[in-house]
């Protein structure tokens, strides 16, 4: 009798499990260091997983961690909260207006920056972090090598309208980034700024970054690897609550509060 129930344990054990389909990517592990104006570093700890048209990005502070999930297959970004068990799901079409209304933003304040004298321009520009002259970015390439994370390494220079915008040192020991992420620059394009769109379009032709200095922000990869990666590793756990859903479970006055 017992050896009876202990088959059949062992059956469920080994078959009753829900099996996880494993996709080749890549995982990275990195932290960005950024700088304050008053001279404060915070440290920013990522952990990142790519397969073909699906990406996540774990951020650790020394305040919080938060997931955020890209599915092109969707065409949803997710953010999570892991410590409340909560997700916020945001469509692509969301993410285009918002843009759309971001960069007619920036035409009119370029605008508006065309009527001032340079010195009153320059602290706009410095305030509101936009320039008055639209992005216009080049790759150079440099002759410069190093080791990184146990990767052959060579070190670009990014231009902006000919001033010295960014640093970046890339990889192409694994090969193009496409190869991994099905579209990297259209995952790109829900991650990162309109203004700083173009960059990374121009740098993604070069391999795959591996090193930052972006102004007082400095990236750097301490780990990359082609591995297996779990495909649910991209879905939103079934015990996490949308959080629009939470709101409008709420009672109407509660709302109003």
Same mark, same amino acid.
């Given at each position: 009798?017992?050896?009876?129930?202990?088959?059949?344990?062992?059956?469920?054990?080994?078959?009753?499990?829900?099996?996880?389909?494993?996709?080749?990517?890549?995982?990275?592990?990195?932290?960005?260091?950024?700088?304050?104006?008053?001279?404060?570093?915070?440290?920013?700890?990522?952990?990142?997983?790519?397969?073909?048209?699906?990406?996540?990005?774990?951020?650790?502070?020394?305040?919080?961690?938060?997931?955020?999930?890209?599915?092109?297959?969707?065409?949803?970004?997710?953010?999570?909260?892991?410590?409340?068990?909560?997700?916020?799901?945001?469509?692509?079409?969301?993410?285009?207006?918002?843009?759309?209304?971001?960069?007619?933003?920036?035409?009119?304040?370029?605008?508006?920056?065309?009527?001032?004298?340079?010195?009153?321009?320059?602290?706009?520009?410095?305030?509101?972090?936009?320039?008055?002259?639209?992005?216009? @970015? =080049?790759?150079?390439?440099?002759?410069?090598?190093? !080791?990184?994370?146990?990767?052959?390494?060579? #070190?670009? /220079? $990014? *231009?902006?309208?000919?001033?010295?915008?960014?640093?970046?040192?890339?990889?192409?020991?694994?090969?193009?980034?496409?190869?991994?992420?099905?579209?990297?620059?259209?995952?790109?394009?829900?991650?990162?700024?309109?203004?700083?769109?173009?960059? @990374? =379009?121009?740098?993604?032709?070069?391999?795959?970054? !591996?090193?930052?200095?972006?102004?007082?922000? #400095?990236? /750097? $990869? *301490?780990?990359?690897?082609?591995?297996?990666?779990?495909?649910?590793?991209?879905?939103?756990?079934?015990?996490?609550?949308?959080?629009?859903?939470?709101?409008?479970?709420?009672?109407?006055?509660?709302?109003?509060?």
């Amino acid at each position: 009798m017992r050896k009876t129930l202990l088959i059949s344990l062992i059956f469920l054990l080994i078959f009753g499990c829900k099996t996880t389909k494993m996709i080749e990517g890549l995982y990275f592990e990195q932290v960005t260091y950024q700088v304050s104006k008053n001279g404060d570093t915070t440290t920013l700890n990522q952990k990142l997983y790519l397969i073909p048209n699906k990406f996540r990005t774990d951020y650790q502070t020394p305040y919080n961690t938060s997931y955020t999930i890209v599915r092109l297959d969707k065409s949803l970004m997710y953010r999570l909260s892991p410590e409340e068990s909560l997700y916020t799901e945001i469509t692509f079409k969301a993410i285009e207006k918002q843009q759309e209304k971001t960069r007619e933003s920036i035409r009119r304040m370029r605008a508006q920056m065309d009527t001032l004298p340079p010195n009153l321009r320059w602290r706009m520009e410095r305030d509101m972090g936009v320039k008055w002259q639209p992005e216009d @970015y =080049k790759i150079h390439e440099t002759e410069e090598t190093a !080791m990184i994370a146990g990767y052959n390494c060579k #070190k670009y /220079i $990014v *231009t902006n309208n000919d001033s010295l915008d960014s640093e970046f040192w890339l990889t192409q020991d694994l090969g193009d980034i496409n190869q991994y992420a099905g579209n990297w620059i259209e995952i790109l394009d829900k991650i990162t700024s309109v203004t700083k769109i173009d960059r @990374y =379009k121009l740098l993604s032709e070069k391999g795959i970054i !591996m090193q930052s200095k972006v102004r007082s922000s #400095k990236t /750097i $990869v *301490t780990k990359l690897e082609k591995k297996s990666i779990p495909e649910n590793l991209f879905d939103v756990p079934d015990y996490y609550k949308n959080v629009k859903e939470l709101i409008s479970e709420q009672p109407e006055t509660e709302q109003k509060e």
